[in-house]
């Protein structure tokens, strides 16, 4: 449903390389540069800037990315839904989110699924680094995450702050305490998130070493960090909001922690920059914000 032109022209943005691309299309370099002529001729603007490395996307370029990519997502949604004879289609909102922020979209998805009834939503997690950018080129709607690297070519439509903390078992020796620091973590095997931001920022502390005969574990998810902590006296790192409304006290508490060098982190709500969200992405964006508030 997408045209031809359209669908070299993201294929190619996403290689940045008219060889490449022709590789993965299966038809001719020349024939895949004679599309993206025609498609810059009838844009009466260029899309990518050539250089000796390849080819480059230019604002009007990242423009039509997005669009191009906003328009195959819906395109492909639309196909699949028609061939398995489904005719009312309804609204549609894409989100991508970070780990620890994933169960705050889904309670502000089920909210909004209840505000308006029919309502497809799709929830992708991915890095925090990610999440601008797949909202800037089209491949999510909104994007919720811990701020990191640039956010340029989106719209920001909300921050919030949020302290790093430590997590332990509830009975935890730890637990109750009204702060802990450095010297009180590395008596304790730790329990780092993996992948992410705030791990790479625990990382280049370097003083986080546990004394000899403790470990530490990375862990690629939220629940795995709070299955560890829950089952041991391992004690874990994680941003404070990540654990609103997600922790049994019973079984888990949050602990003060003191590290100077880690201040507050800022969550932030994406948007595409200069297109009005439907009805629907509004709606649910609003949730979303009054959670975060909340």
Not at 223 to 247: F, W
Not at 261 to 274: E, F, I, K, M
């Amino acid at each position: 449903m997408l045209s031809a032109r359209l669908r070299y022209f993201l294929e190619v943005a996403r290689c940045g390389s008219l060889s490449e691309a022709s590789q993965h299309l299966r038809i001719t370099v020349s024939a895949v540069s004679r599309q993206i002529a025609n498609l810059e001729s009838e844009l009466a603007t260029p899309l990518f800037e050539r250089t000796h490395r390849g080819m480059t996307l230019t604002p009007a370029g990242v423009a039509l990315q997005g669009y191009a990519t906003r328009s195959l997502a819906d395109s492909e949604r639309v196909t699949r839904l028609l061939r398995a004879g489904v005719r009312d289609l309804g609204p549609h909102v894409r989100v991508v989110t970070s780990d620890g922020l994933s169960h705050l979209a889904v309670d502000a998805a089920i909210a909004a699924q209840g505000l308006l009834p029919g309502l497809d939503i799709t929830l992708h997690v991915a890095a925090s680094e990610e999440i601008a950018p797949m909202v800037r080129e089209g491949a999510a709607d909104l994007g919720l995450g811990f701020r990191a690297g640039s956010a340029q070519d989106v719209t920001i439509l909300g921050t919030w702050s949020s302290a790093v903390c430590a997590m332990a078992r509830a009975g935890h020796p730890l637990a109750g305490r009204g702060e802990v620091g450095i010297a009180d973590l590395l008596e304790f095997n730790l329990v780092l998130p993996a992948g992410n931001s705030l791990g790479r920022l625990v990382a280049l502390l370097g003083a986080l070493r546990p004394r000899e005969g403790r470990g530490v574990l990375q862990a690629g998810t939220l629940d795995c960090m709070l299955r560890t902590v829950e089952g041991s006296d391992a004690v874990g790192i994680v941003t404070a909001i990540s654990l609103r409304d997600r922790i049994d006290a019973a079984r888990c508490v949050r602990i003060p922690l003191s590290l100077p060098p880690l201040g507050p982190r800022t969550v932030s709500l994406y948007a595409p920059r200069g297109r009005a969200g439907s009805e629907a992405e509004q709606r649910f964006a609003a949730l979303l914000m009054a959670r975060l508030a909340g």
